[in-house]
């Protein structure tokens, strides 16, 4: 199988939270770097790969039952004849010895219907004595030309070439696995990208809160030192700065173990996960109307589904292939009732020298023999048969129902995606609003913490407020961006396939699905 190729169209995603920062500004691991290395390097992939080259494999060994098979034998026999009494007595015969050379070429060819035909020659010679004492060697050759036609058993292409179109559909089926996998892939290493941006945008908010804190206790530092607040109020900004270190901590913590579990999706070596960079693209917006479809209902994606979802359009394939099978074992039960024949002629040479062997190739012909014949065979109880017949009828209904337990859980993981996707951008843009009120309610107690209006406590608990609802800013944000490509991996909608390659689009992983007919 042609070795796999990718072609990526980048493209920007944009996001008017103040909190997204401008990733795209700076040198890091871009969305389609890392859904590129995990084509070429998930081991998932790679395995998948090689189940298609034994799908493959397993093709050829059934095509090669129909193959013109070329036979030959060469046999060189003697053997010792002992006189009778009276043979001995009356005629003087002693022992007598007898050599028999014998070879033959055969070439067979079995079609795809059922029917086998070939050429066949055969050439003998007996050298021996006679009766009489007398040296004797004769060559004999025979041409001939047979055909075998079944008539019932084994009869037609659904019969005979059952195997081979079974595997064939199995190889296509083997591609689509292939595909199958690689969207998964591409699904799981696009949601562990967003958690590894959202643990870096975690950690930098939380640095910021630290540097806010640190700013508050030195700023409290000096109003104590201007005896203008009581140094009680240390102890309150002191714990808030080692609260908001340890958090910091934390937030670095999570950020390692998101960029191992990238480099672990991504199929890279151990060694070079830690050098992985940060994440350089941003989250994509739900407020982007250019790439959030107008009107999009679930039956109209389940539909496209059913048309793109490699895993489902598999199932199909196999439950074809179990049918192909099931018909040749419905045949298989009928007897074997054959018709044969052969066409030649024979030629005769005597002599024990070594051209009087070649001679009778055309030497003293007879004309053209023919033959004709009718084989039956009908197996009682015919056991083997009907246990075949089961097998692949029970073969059938599994693969009946997988494709429709498969169908099912297409139909729910759309729209359990498809609302996901709704309720995530809804709680995306109720939390911006949020986050927007918190920082003016900061400013504000600021302010009357300047004028002593508001305690040490109301500062920071209003800071603490504002820094959480970045955090389930960004977590939503997240959110947003696993279900959209998990909309698109439902929907079959994640990869496009070019002949022995795919193609992976940014608009792919950023963007709602668009439905055959809908305006992009």
């Given at each position: 199988?042609?070795?796999?190729?990718?072609?990526?169209?980048?493209?920007?995603?944009?996001?008017?939270?103040?909190?997204?920062?401008?990733?795209?500004?700076?040198?890091?691991?871009?969305?389609?770097?890392?859904?590129?290395?995990?084509?070429?390097?998930?081991?998932?992939?790679?395995?998948?790969?090689?189940?298609?080259?034994?799908?493959?494999?397993?093709?050829?060994?059934?095509?090669?039952?129909?193959?013109?098979?070329?036979?030959?034998?060469?046999?060189?026999?003697?053997?010792?004849?002992?006189?009778?009494?009276?043979?001995?007595?009356?005629?003087?015969?002693?022992?007598?010895?007898?050599?028999?050379?014998?070879?033959?070429?055969?070439?067979?060819?079995?079609?795809?219907?059922?029917?086998?035909?070939?050429?066949?020659?055969?050439?003998?010679?007996?050298?021996?004595?006679?009766?009489?004492?007398?040296?004797?060697?004769?060559?004999?050759?025979?041409?001939?030309f047979g055909l075998n036609v079944p008539l019932l058993k084994g009869r037609g292409e659904d019969a005979t070439g059952a195997e081979e179109m079974a595997a064939a559909v199995n190889f296509e089926a083997s591609k689509l696995d292939l595909e199958q996998t690689i969207a998964v892939s591409v699904l799981q290493t696009t949601v562990v990208y967003w958690k590894y941006l959202k643990a870096h945008m975690e950690v930098e908010i939380l640095k910021n809160m630290e540097d806010d804190s640190r700013r508050n206790l030195e700023n409290i530092k000096q109003l104590v030192k201007g005896d203008e607040r009581p140094a009680s109020d240390l102890d309150t900004f002191q714990a808030d700065l080692a609260d908001k270190i340890s958090q910091r901590i934390a937030g670095e913590q999570n950020l390692f173990e998101a960029r191992q579990n990238l480099g672990l999706s991504m199929g890279l070596a151990y060694e070079a996960i830690d050098d992985l960079p940060l994440p350089a693209d941003s989250f994509p917006d739900p407020e982007d109307r250019e790439r959030t479809p107008l009107k999009l209902a679930p039956e109209e994606l389940f539909k496209e589904a059913r048309n793109k979802r490699a895993d489902y359009l598999a199932h199909k394939k196999r439950e074809g292939a179990a049918r192909i099978l099931l018909v040749a074992a419905v045949n298989n039960l009928l007897p074997q009732l054959d018709i044969g024949g052969n066409v030649g002629y024979a030629g005769l040479q005597d002599g024990g020298e070594v051209d009087d062997y070649f001679k009778s190739l055309s030497n003293e012909l007879t004309g053209a023999n023919y033959s004709a014949g009718i084989t039956l065979t009908f197996p009682f109880g015919n056991n083997e048969a009907e246990g075949l017949h089961l097998k692949r009828n029970s073969r059938l209904r599994k693969t009946i129902i997988r494709t429709r337990n498969l169908e099912r859980k297409i139909r729910s993981g759309i729209v359990v995606a498809f609302q996901a996707m709704v309720r995530a951008a809804r709680e995306l843009k109720e939390t911006r609003k949020s986050v927007n009120h918190y920082r003016t309610a900061v400013s504000n107690e600021q302010m009357k913490f300047g004028m002593g209006m508001a305690s040490v406590l109301d500062v920071i608990n209003i800071q603490n407020f504002l820094r959480n609802t970045m955090l389930s800013e960004v977590s939503k944000m997240n959110n947003y961006a696993a279900a959209v490509v998990n909309l698109r991996y439902q929907t079959g909608t994640l990869i496009i396939t070019r002949g022995e390659g795919y193609r992976i689009e940014m608009e792919e992983l950023i963007s709602p699905p668009h439905v055959m007919g809908q305006k992009k």
């Open positions: 199988m042609p070795a796999l190729f990718l072609i990526v169209f980048l493209g920007s995603v944009g996001a008017d939270s103040a909190t997204q920062p401008n990733h795209a500004t700076k040198k890091g691991l871009s969305l389609i770097e890392a859904v590129r290395d995990t084509i070429q390097k998930q081991p998932n992939v790679l395995l998948q790969q090689q189940e298609v080259e034994v799908s493959k494999g397993a093709l050829q060994m059934e095509a090669g039952e129909f193959d013109p098979a070329l036979s030959s034998l060469f046999n060189y026999q003697t053997s010792e004849y002992a006189p009778t009494y009276w043979e001995n007595r009356l005629y003087g015969i002693g022992n007598r010895s007898y050599t028999t050379t014998e070879s033959s070429v055969k070439v067979e060819k079995k079609t795809r219907y059922g029917v086998s035909f070939g050429p066949s020659v055969d050439v003998n010679r007996t050298h021996g004595i006679s009766d009489y004492m007398i040296p004797t060697s004769s060559n004999r050759t025979i041409v001939g």
